[in-house]
């Protein structure tokens, strides 16, 4: 509706800016159109007065003609006075022909060239015998009929006079008028050219409003898109998630079950082949793992859990893991902890444990000769904003088969593991140092890495930490008192709530070998149940389960009053998340 508006909004703009420049337009017509009435007004005007200057002559001619016959008719009167003011006067009108601008036009004409010179003369000539003593009455008879002669050519004057003011004003009329109408039809084609303006700025707007609201359907067609796809995506982690609980219950019982059968009483024969089907499992279920550690951070659902964590504590676990490793390929392997490393800090344990676990089993695994060593570097970063922060670094140096920068390019992407020989001669899904990177950027780090073909690698794990103090040991909690078990016992009463039948048949004889004694439920529910007609020492509750699950189960149980409330819940689950 508001692109609509807006688009309305936009033509009314547009038809009033049309009209207005229009109505410009417009009026500088009528305006021209005055400025032609002017001209033709001023064009007739100055002729009017080059015409004028010439007839006033010609009066004046006439009436010095009239005089000066009455001085030759009647020579006994005196009309010396009148007939030199009348001279006078024709030769003022003279004076104004030859000076006026507007008779420039006339004096190229043959009849003003020939007739004022003469006129001229004889007034001279009259000027001085008029003021003679005695005036000869035959010399003035005599000017008297030569000024007489020249009535036709004065009348001539005055007829070239019109005749050149009437040509030229024509002329210059037409040219007025052939510029005017060329104005004229300027402004016109302006009008037209506005107009088509106008008809293409309409059309061309049309058109942006119909590709705008095709690229707003385009987009709300993308967001659509983007919505359905990040459904699927979430649909997509929610079956992984679900998954991997199907999975990995069914793997982690046969690890189990496997586990015990190599602890029973067989023979060379069957211990070797429980030992290829629980190495199978464990690497069917390491590539489980990674491939939901993958979904897990495509949906963001990965997080880091910071807690106190003993560093020492944490790189000598990695040593009872690997070691045996490298021992095993005939590997050299070495720890190398400095003495100023803080000895707990706050970080998420598993997760670190993981990535140094990775980054050296990698280690291992493509090197065939040499030593692989862990070393960890610490260093306070100098920034205000960085007080209290320890970086650490891991570096796990090998001397394993090394790789070319066109490999060490493409070695943190998905499904990448240097070339198509090294993936068949190690195995491998490329996933690990991608989960890896993951972990650490999410925990503000990164992995680096350096290697040289023949020569070796190393990889650089960084992490930003900050130390802490060692956490308080765990009090009983006070008004929850416990129940002894007998001094002669050694093992826990323990409840496993737990759906499974093969999980609950390798717990219970898992737990039974460590001495234990053990109850089951089959769901949270009856886990409650259990708790309040018997309290355990330890409850190890399974996540998913009908009727109620261990999430809701904890919550019943922690919401209740008395020793229950205070039981020692341990989760156990296959979920991803």
Known sequence: MKPRSEHRSYLLWLALGTACMALVMAGMLGLQLKQNRAIRASSELRGDNVTALTFQLEREFLRSREALEAAVNHPGNDHSEELMLRLDILMSRVELLRENPSTEVLKSRPEYMATLPRLEALHNSIDRLVESKGVDQAQLAALAREFSALGPEIQALTIAATSVI??????????????????????????????????????RQRRQNEERQAL??????????????????????????????????????????????????????????????????SHLLTL?????????????????????????????????????????????????????????????????????????????????????????????????????????????????????????????????????????????????????????????????????????????????????????????????????????????????????PVNRKYMEGLLKRLGHQVRFAEDGARAVDEVGRQLPDLVLMDLHMPVMDGLQATRTLRSGQGPAAAVPIVALTADAF
Request: net charge negative; aromatic share 4%; proline share 4%.
């Open 166 to 203: 009437s040509e030229r004003m024509e002329s210059q009329v037409g040219t007025m008028l052939y510029q005017n109408d060329k104005i004229v039809w300027l402004i016109v084609a302006q009008l037209v050219l506005l107009l088509l303006a106008a008809l293409a700025l309409t059309v």
């Open 216 to 281: 707003e359907q385009l987009a709300s067609d993308l967001r659509e898109a983007n919505l359905q796809a990040e459904q699927a995506n979430r649909s997509k982690s929610q079956f992984l998630a679900n998954m991997s609980h199907e999975l990995r219950t069914p793997f982690n019982g046969m690890l189990g079950m496997l586990s015990l059968l190599d602890d029973s009483s067989l023979n060379a024969q069957q211990k070797d082949y429980v030992s290829t089907a629980r190495a199978s499992a």
């Open 288 to 500: 489980l793992n990674d491939i939901l550690d993958v979904s897990a951070l495509e949906a963001g659902k990965m997080r880091v859990s910071p807690a106190p964590v003993h560093l020492p504590a944490l790189l000598m676990d990695v040593d009872a893991l690997m070691r045996p490793l490298a021992q095993e390929k005939q590997l050299g392997f070495t720890l190398d902890i400095p003495q100023d490393l803080p000895q707990w800090v706050l970080a998420d344990g598993t997760r670190v444990k993981q990535i140094v676990l990775n980054l050296v089993s990698n280690a291992i695994k493509f090197s065939q000769q040499g030593t692989v060593s862990l070393q960890v570097l610490a260093q306070a970063l100098p920034g205000p904003a960085d007080a209290g922060t320890v970086q650490l670094q891991f570096h796990i140096r090998d001397q394993g088969i090394g790789m070319d920068a066109e490999t060490v390019s493409r070695l943190f992407q998905r499904f990448a593991q240097g070339d198509n020989s090294t993936s068949r001669r190690f195995g491998g899904t490329g996933l690990g140092l991608e989960i890896s990177r993951n972990l650490a950027r999410l925990m503000d780090g990164d992995i680096t890495v350096q290697s040289q073909v023949g020569v070796g690698s190393v990889f650089t794990l960084t992490l930003p930490l900050h130390p802490c103090a060692a956490p308080a040991s765990e009090a009983p909690e006070a008004g929850a008192a416990r129940p002894r078990r007998a001094s002669g016992s050694r093992g826990l009463d323990i409840l496993v709530a737990e759906d499974h």
